[in-house]
């Protein structure tokens, strides 16, 4: 992006970028960096190998659609995470629950 605002202020692109066409660089670039801190955290729980698959399998499940077996295996290990917790009995789903909540309440 600021290869071309340069470009831009030294006048060497003749074509004036409106507001809208900046707006929409800032926005992808972004997207961008949101999608790779996303990638990023989710490489803590599935092992960054997995990560892209894991989230591409949580838009799949989100949006109602079947999950090919490589996308669900990715998940594995937050699968694995959550039944610790069932396994720990109602204080361990409780716990669960008060950090989800804390969790949803920072967002």
């Known amino acids: 992006m600021?290869?071309?605002?340069?470009m831009y202020e030294e006048g060497l692109v003749e074509k004036k970028l409106d507001e809208d066409a900046w707006a929409n660089i800032k926005a992808r670039k972004a997207e961008r960096l949101s999608q790779d801190r996303n990638i990023a955290l989710y490489g803590y729980l599935v092992g960054i190998e997995?990560?892209?698959?894991?989230?591409?399998?949580?838009?799949?499940?989100?949006?109602?659609?079947s999950v090919p077996s490589t996308f669900a295996k990715s998940l594995a290990p937050i699968i694995e995470m959550i039944d610790d917790f069932v396994a720990a009995g109602p204080g361990g789903i409780a716990r669960l629950r008060q950090v989800h909540k804390s969790i949803k309440k920072n967002r």
């Open 2 to 6: 600021d290869f071309i605002k340069n």
């Open 50 to 65: 997995n990560a892209q698959r894991a989230i591409r399998a949580a838009e799949l499940i989100e949006n109602g659609q």
